[in-house]
């Protein structure tokens, strides 16, 4: 257990309310009222598109690929900086991932390294606001409507971010959300994909069940599978919305004060750019001093500070190397010199503490 724990999901009177009078009303499956206003809720707040909860972030990103109706042995191409789900959806449908390297800049897929991997085969383009940050969305979206690929975002860790003043969720073929405990509103475990096209939306509910008729009970007009939210973690989600505006104000605070207060010149920061906003996920730094980063986050956990490192570039991995090829410069740099922070529910001592021990950590360097 940590003195400060990475992550702090604002579980309170309210969500413990709910639950409890889903309990008592018995509608304990993935049937009840909830899940339509949790839906209806969450599409008020993304501004459209077609909503389906789902049991977690990474069967939102399967169901919106077979949904698109993208077969095995299509490619689909992908970020190499991302959590392992975003890449291991891919696979589980059957498809082939295509990695590509992320821009410098803005740490998320880089359009030219799209260009070089798209070929007959390629089907999609999974990009991925990671950390936050928005993707070059509308100069990816033109190159894959010129190309005739379906466009997935991943937005798992970009609920509540904006791009051009529009809120990120609505520019793809279907956009894919995560309610894991550390993602800006939870439901315990829980996912959402939203869908651009009223029939893939249409066929999405079908396979979301087994690819049951809606109309004839037990009557299979597709091969489905599971992929339901519960009546009880959609309450959760449905009050959790209700403060989302607030609980993202409380995290840019948080970031504001790290961008304050963290030394530029060991540490570089997140990406920061004018069209577009973070949705305060993870705050991250880099170690600018290479081969530092174990023996910091050490430092760190040692004072009772949880952190986590960036994530282990794909393509550094076996399992996923075969999916690889090239350098990925950029990925690997932020992916093997990154550290994530607490960045939620922080007290402001907390957050002095934080600071004060990245800042006195110059001298383990
Ligand atoms: C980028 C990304 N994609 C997908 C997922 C999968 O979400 P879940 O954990 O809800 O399956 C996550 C989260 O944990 C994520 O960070």
Same mark, same amino acid.
């Given at each position: 257990m940590y003195k400060i724990p990475l992550a702090r999901p604002a579980i309170d009177n309210s969500e413990i309310k709910v639950v409890s009078k889903v309990m008592k009303s018995k509608w304990i499956s993935s049937r009840g009222a909830y899940i339509n206003k949790f839906e209806k809720k969450f599409k008020s707040f993304l501004g459209g598109g077609y909503p389906i909860s789902v049991s977690n972030g990474t069967h939102a990103i399967q169901l919106g690929i077979s949904a698109l109706g993208i077969n095995p042995g299509d490619e689909i191409i992908v970020t190499n !900086?991302?959590?392992?789900a975003s890449i291991n959806a891919i696979i589980n449908c059957g498809a082939k991932p295509v990695i590509v390297d992320i821009e410098k800049e803005n740490w998320t897929i880089d359009l030219e390294k799209i260009k070089e991997a798209t070929n007959s085969k390629t089907r999609a383009i999974l990009i991925v606001h990671v950390y936050g940050i928005a993707c070059n969305i509308d100069e990816i979206k033109k190159f894959s409507k010129r190309k005739k690929l379906f466009l997935i975002e991943d937005c798992a860790e970009a609920l509540g971010a904006t791009y051009k003043n529009r809120k990120i969720g609505l520019d793809g073929d279907c956009s894919c959300h995560s309610f894991y405990a550390n993602k800006t509103i939870t439901t315990g475990e829980g996912g959402m994909v939203v869908f651009k096209n009223k029939n893939t939306y249409k066929k999405a509910l079908k396979i979301k069940n087994h690819g049951m008729s809606s109309k004839k009970k037990y009557f299979h007009d597709l091969v489905g599978s599971n992929y339901r939210l519960t009546n009880i973690q959609a309450s959760i989600g449905f009050e959790q919305l209700k403060k989302i505006n607030k609980l993202i104000k409380q995290r840019k605070k948080i970031f504001n004060f790290y961008d304050k207060l963290i030394d530029d010149k060991y540490f570089q920061k997140l990406p920061k750019n004018n069209w577009s906003t973070n949705s305060y996920w993870y705050y991250v730094i880099i170690i =600018? =001093? =290479? &081969?530092?980063r174990n023996k910091f986050i050490k430092y760190l956990n040692k004072r009772g500070i949880e952190v986590s490192p960036t994530?282990?570039? !794909? &393509?550094?991995m076996k399992t996923f190397k075969k999916y690889s090829s090239g350098k990925y410069l950029n990925s690997n740099y932020i992916g093997k010199n990154g550290i994530c922070l607490p960045?939620?529910? !922080? =007290?402001k001592k907390e957050q002095t503490y934080i600071v004060k021990a990245l800042n006195d950590a110059k001298n383990i360097f």
């Open positions: !900086l991302t959590f392992g =600018k =001093k =290479k &081969n530092n994530f282990y570039p !794909l &393509n550094s960045s939620s529910g !922080l =007290k």
